[in-house]
């Protein structure tokens, strides 16, 4: 029974040797509570209880060692991510730096080598100024002045094209416009009639440009130069200012004067034929044979050219002593009261104005083989400051260079009748100036 008892899990009084199967109510109860906790109790020490708890604390440790495992897995994916993330970073900061240092040093590089073009080139600067001390600067070319005083038709552009070629020919240098510096020697810059030389407001301005373009051309020139026509206006307060400046500027004035009788038949040729070439080309015998077949008469002689030939000046006498009073007279009072430097030269000194000159019937040529031309020549030139010739066949071929003159072998030839000339200067003070 108490075995039973025991096996079923029925607790066993000692008070009660015959146990009561039906116990009190409140005793029963009591039973009922301490039976359970017995079972409890009892059921906790159990080997098959034990061995369940054992199982299920075990398989929950291994969740727990799993889920932590997992965990730890996670975490250590997450910080081989952040690892492979922190290198890539690091990788694309590392290869800027890189590219930073290379462009750094490809500055530093290309910083050197102009650093060392530059003082190459400052090297090359110090030794080129070394050795422009170590050599003498070459002395400034002094460009000397020079004016061609003439009327027109008395061979002045001849001379003055002839002295430009000796200019160009003592200069150390040569521009390619030789051609060009030679017209701009013999131009007439103040004007070629009355008119033109009253419109100049300003002569010594129009001086000064003149020379100081002559001198561009041709920089090594040592003589510039220019034609001035000995008009009216020359001796008025305006072109007096430019005498001034001619006499402060040590210009040299080479006064060039002609046989007027020959000036007189020239002008009324071109006069009274507009068309006719002062100079022709020495191929273009259409020209030459229209010039030298163009005559003039004795009232054809007779005209008068300026405001300042009197009313009763009619004759042709009386018209030679006026172009002598202002042309020679007043004009070399007025050279001498300024002070300027002048040469007079006159043409008949320098050229053959006989048919002796040249077969064809005309000239341009100099004096050929002349002593006293040459030493003419070489005075002009000695002058205006150029070296003299030793050869007088240079300055032949020099004048020879220019176009041909259209002047007639003789002054007979070009008039209509010479002995009606002849007869209205006989008796006078120009009676020798026909010369045929």
Request: aromatic share 8%; glycine share 4%; proline share 5%.
């Amino acid at each position: 029974m108490v075995l039973g008892a025991l096996v079923l899990g029925v607790p066993h009084f000692e008070g009660s040797t015959t146990p009561s199967l039906a116990p009190k109510t409140s005793e029963a109860s009591a039973q009922q509570q301490q039976q359970q906790q017995q079972q409890q109790a009892d059921a906790g020490h159990h080997p098959l209880k034990r061995m369940q708890k054992r199982v299920l604390a075990h398989e929950q440790k291994m969740k727990l060692e799993k889920a932590q495992g997992r965990m730890r897995k996670l975490e250590k994916a997450r910080e081989k991510n952040a690892v492979k993330q922190g290198e890539g970073e690091d990788k694309k900061e590392l290869k800027k730096k890189v590219k930073a240092k290379k462009r750094m040093k490809n500055a530093r590089a290309r910083e050197h080598d102009a650093a060392r073009v530059h003082d190459a080139g400052q090297e090359e600067v110090r030794q080129h100024r070394h050795a422009l001390e170590d050599v003498e600067p070459p002395a400034p070319v002094e460009h000397r002045k020079m004016i061609m005083l003439s009327r027109g038709r008395a061979g002045s552009s001849v001379v003055a094209q002839t002295i430009a070629t000796f200019a160009l020919a003592d200069a150390d240098t040569v521009a390619s416009e030789e051609k060009g510096f030679y017209w701009d020697f013999e131009k007439e810059i103040f004007g070629q009639n009355y008119q033109e030389m009253e419109w100049q407001s300003d002569p010594v301005q129009t001086m000064v440009q003149h020379y100081q373009m002559l001198a561009a051309k041709e920089p090594a020139a040592p003589l510039l130069g220019f034609k001035w026509k000995p008009l009216e206006p020359t001796f008025n307060a305006v072109y007096g200012k430019a005498w001034d400046w001619v006499k402060a500027n040590n210009v040299s004035v080479v006064w060039m004067t002609r046989n007027l009788l020959d000036v007189r038949i020239s002008v009324a040729k071109h006069n009274n034929n507009p068309v006719l070439d002062s100079r022709c080309s020495p191929n273009d015998a259409k020209c030459i044979a229209k010039t030298l077949n163009t005559k003039v008469t004795l009232q054809q002689l007779s005209y008068k050219d300026g405001p300042f030939y009197p009313k009763n000046a009619t004759t042709l006498p009386e018209l030679l002593a006026v172009d002598q009073q202002f042309y020679e007279t007043d004009l070399k009072g007025l050279l001498k009261e300024k002070q300027i430097s002048y040469r007079q030269v006159k043409f008949e000194d320098l050229f053959d104005a006989s048919d002796r000159a040249d077969k064809r019937g005309f000239y341009i040529k100099l004096k050929h083989n002349s002593v006293e031309a040459h030493k003419a020549w070489n005075s002009v030139f000695h002058f205006v400051g150029l070296p003299s010739t030793e050869s007088y066949a240079e300055i032949i071929e020099a004048a020879d260079a220019q176009m041909v003159s259209t002047t007639a072998p003789t002054q007979c030839d070009s008039l209509v009748n010479p002995d009606a000339v002849r007869e209205a200067l006989k008796g006078s003070e120009f009676e020798k100036l026909l010369e045929c």
